[in-house]
């Protein structure tokens, strides 16, 4: 079964500096890879998501993500977070099976609260 | 995207009752999926409910404990069943909008005392 580790559970940024998040996940076949955004109080967006193709993607935001297949990780950038910006981020894993069909299901990392302050 | 409608939001239940979650998508979907996301933790997968057929249990989550139902492309409940505290969490339906990603529902707060 797959699983997906964040490295961090609490970053806290001031405004405009540099942010990446780690994500890393296990399962040896092909994946879909996600980051979703939870804003106090709200309901979980889609930030961005990799399902093939050029490995650095782009969100919503100002966010992107590397998808780098040989170290199993998807971490997500941002160059100047905003006050704005706090929230708790989620990376998840669809896996696929060896016909490239979806399993379906969702795995979540632990997720990052991100702080930043005005 | 697709959107979904979930409710109750939030409710405080007596332990030993259960509480019965909605979900309503404006479109047809094949597969549902039901969440939990317990308090400080991250999401975990209950079960994945296909219409016209049992839904598919993840391994710590039992059809007796929580009851699903998909009678239609549209719809889904999930019923949290004999409550005990240890059972308040936000409770989360998905589905899965292929290229588009998956999109969740506004959850439900559930507070057992």
């Not at chain 1, 079964?1 to 940024?13: F, T, W």
């Not at chain 2, 979650?21 to 317990?38: A, E, G, L």
């Not at chain 2, 505290?85 to 588009?100: A, N, R, T």
Request: with cysteine; glycine share 8%; hydrophobic share 35%.
């Amino acid at each position: 079964a797959q699983s997906v580790s964040q490295h961090n559970h609490h970053v806290i940024l001031s405004e405009a500096a540099s942010l990446e998040l780690g994500c890393n996940y296990s399962y040896g076949g092909t994946v879909n890879l996600f980051w979703y955004v939870q804003y106090p109080g709200q309901h979980l967006q889609l930030l961005l998501k990799y399902f093939s193709g050029d490995p650095l993607v782009k969100g919503i935001k100002g966010f992107e993500a590397e998808f780098i297949k040989s170290k199993f990780s998807f971490n997500l950038r941002k160059p100047s977070v905003q006050w704005s910006d706090t929230a708790e981020y989620f990376c998840a894993v669809n896996a696929l099976n060896a016909g490239g069909t979806s399993y379906g299901k969702l795995t979540f990392g632990q997720g990052t609260i991100l702080t930043v302050h005005p | 995207s697709a959107v979904i409608s979930q409710k109750p939001s939030r409710d405080i239940c007596q332990r030993g009752t259960s509480l019965t979650i909605q979900c309503q998508v404006d479109s047809q979907v094949t597969m549902m999926f039901w969440y939990r996301q317990q308090p400080g933790q991250s999401l975990t997968l209950i079960a994945t409910a296909n219409q016209g057929s049992e839904a598919t249990y993840e391994s710590g989550f039992v059809i007796d404990k929580f009851p699903i139902s998909r009678p239609n492309l549209t719809f889904s409940t999930l019923t949290v069943s004999n409550m005990s505290p240890e059972d308040s969490s936000i409770y989360l339906c998905s589905v899965d909008q292929g290229i588009y990603g998956y999109t969740f529902g506004s959850g439900t707060r559930l507070t057992v005392v």
